[in-house]
């Protein structure tokens, strides 16, 4: 089994900042791409940034040069730097990951429960 675990997640005020991070323990074999999506209330889970094997990053338009994706593969973990927060960026912060969990088998997508990111005005 595989379990992605999120922390980090709180009330900062806004433009403030915050660090997420997802570990990932259980069976693997090897991760591919680790992302991070978020999702506020009432609106659909949208991606905040992407990080692959070997390091190379991809952001949504609304978060570049605020944001900052990185991976500890010795880790298994991903993080989430976040910076100049505002009030609209309050929501579930997802981590998803593709994982394999032996050598040979399917690469599967696996997402943690998420952790709540609240920004004040």
């Known amino acids: 089994q595989v379990q992605l675990v999120e922390s980090g997640g709180g009330l900062v005020q806004a433009v403030g900042s915050l660090t997420l991070s997802c570990a990932a323990s259980?069976?693997?074999?090897?991760?591919?791409?680790m992302r991070w999506y978020r999702q506020a209330p009432g609106k659909q889970r949208e991606l905040v940034a992407s990080?692959?094997?070997?390091?190379?990053?991809v952001y949504a338009d609304s978060v570049k040069g605020r944001f900052t994706i990185s991976r500890d593969n010795a880790k298994n973990t991903v993080y989430l730097q976040m910076n100049s927060l505002k009030p609209e960026e309050t929501a579930v912060y997802y981590c998803n990951a593709f994982i394999r969990t032996r050598a040979g088998s399917s690469v599967l997508g696996y997402w943690g429960q998420g952790t709540q990111v609240t920004v004040s005005s």
């Open positions: 259980g069976s693997i074999f090897s991760i591919n791409i």
């Open positions: 990080v692959i094997g070997g390091g190379n990053t």
